[in-house]
DNA sequence: CCCCGTTATATCGCGTGAGGATATAGTTCG
DNA sequence: CGAACTATATCCTCACGCGATATAACGGGG
């Protein structure tokens, strides 16, 4: 069988999900992370600051993300802020978290748990 | 005043929903909750006996499940056993996480998460 | 009949993590 | 100048998952 005890890791919680999503396409910062997940999200997941930074330092520490060292051009950049990156382990992660998502819903589909009769 | 926040409890935990789904049909005791999860889920979600019973406090204090008296025929019952039902709240709980669940795997969808190169 | 593994419920304590409150400081704009 | 916004960081508390442990009834084999 497959010796695939590297995505054997556990779900990742909505927060840190979402966090990995929104770094996707680009390097964002902190405080741009909250904006976009609160967008993205249509505010239905608002991160507080303790949340997204206490997340950050797990991430960091996991190997989920790394800091950027590439800054934006000097005329549009902040020196406050810190830049992150999602790694390949970040994103194997979301491919793990995405399938168990996908899986989920196929469960929810054939129990006929989302009701079919509308408002 | 909002008139009554209705659904707009939180995400609920795989652990919850998952014992929550098991009484969707049958009224259950602790011992069959963990094998039918178990079982249903191919093992990848085993309850442990201190998780099943600490989420069975809460979600009676929550009003998600309840105690119920029915018992099975007296010549197949055991005495030690206590069955839980799943109340008009549970099955809202359920069906609001079901629908977060399909949002997810919506976003997941739109935003090619899936690997689609397997290997 | 007794032993033992299984069934069944329950509690304790630890570690992790989410989030409110708070602190600090730079930025922008009236 | 000062207020609001941007940006990061830490403290503290509460909730929860889970290993460990306790207790006890059940049922079958020796």
Redesign the interface.
């Known amino acids: 069988m497959s010796p695939k005890a590297l995505s054997s890791d556990g779900?990742l919680s909505?927060q840190v999900f979402h966090i990995l999503?929104s770094l996707?396409n680009n390097d964002l910062h902190g405080y741009a992370i909250i904006r976009e997940v609160a967008d993205?999200t249509a505010g239905s997941l608002t991160l507080s600051a303790s949340t997204l930074y206490g997340a950050i330092k797990r991430m960091l520490r996991d190997g989920l993300i790394t800091e950027s060292t590439e800054r934006p051009a000097p005329d549009q950049d902040d020196e406050r802020r810190r830049y992150y990156r999602i790694t390949p382990a970040g994103r194997d992660a979301?491919?793990g978290e995405?399938?168990r998502?996908?899986d989920?819903?196929r469960?929810?589909a054939d129990?006929g748990?989302?009701?079919e009769h509308e408002s």
């Open positions: 779900p909505p999503i996707c993205r979301v491919k995405s399938r998502i996908a989920l819903a469960m929810v129990h748990l989302l009701a």
